[in-house]
């Protein structure tokens, strides 16, 4: 059975688990709309219409975790985009804890993937709603975990927890998440308020002691073209710092490739 961690409840957090339904974000934010205040996880065994970044499909078999958390006004506007790294560094706590593999074989990859051993085993997508048009700022947070299957022909390498873990479910999964995520929002909270100059600081901080790809050379797939370049760190908003023949550079969004790994050379 699913279920939250006892520090979660304790925090105020809720639990809706169903059998399956078309996408848990697609849920969290009819919740939103329908005036849930959150914190509301929301959890599926199965996703008929489950989607990743830029709408791409993903790939929702049973055995896995799919997991939405809705949050109401969790932090100004501008702030938001600092969630996803929360988020990333909640999953990786929760799945060092489950499976006893932590970096550098377990590694966070910009801007929202979860790695293991160089392939991808979980994706996040964070995405925010103004209710209304003026009321409340919803946020949601889609966790997609690979757990029991990884799927075959994506754009990059995928694996499963399983690998490392034989017997590993979802149940474990979640109530790890949903305990480490408490306690890194909390944090997060609490240091947005003590450190006035540089709120994402301390959690840049831990999530770059987990990258993937750091101080090395780089590919971003962007709308406009590829780019190459020496990943350098994050800058105060979460902005990829990329050092170019031309210059340096900040990146919003894109994809990550790390061409020093052979298995990040095919194309998607």
Known sequence: MVDLSPESEAAGYRLISTGATDSTNDDALRA??????????????????????????????????????????????????????????????????VTGVGAPRLSLKWPNDLLLDGAKVSGLLLEGHRIDGHGPLAIVIGFGVNVAFAPTGTPYPASSLQTVRPGL?????????????????????????MNAADPFGPIRRLWLERAAGLGHEVTLRLPSGEKRGVFEGLDRSGRLQLKTVSGAELIDAGDLYFPHRLHDIAKP
């Open 169 to 193: 479910n979802r149940e474990t999964v979640f109530r790890a998440l949903s305990a480490a995520f408490a306690r890194t929002f909390s944090a997060w909270r609490n240091g947005t308020r």
């Open 32 to 97: 939103a709309r329908s005036g849930d205040p959150g914190p509301l996880w929301i959890v599926s065994a199965e996703q008929r219409a489950g989607r990743g970044r830029h709408g791409r499909q993903w790939s929702s078999p049973q055995g896995n975790l799919y997991a939405s958390l809705l949050l109401t006004d969790p932090c100004e506007a501008q702030h938001a985009p600092q969630l996803g790294f929360v988020a990333g560094l909640a999953l990786h706590e929760a799945v060092e804890a």
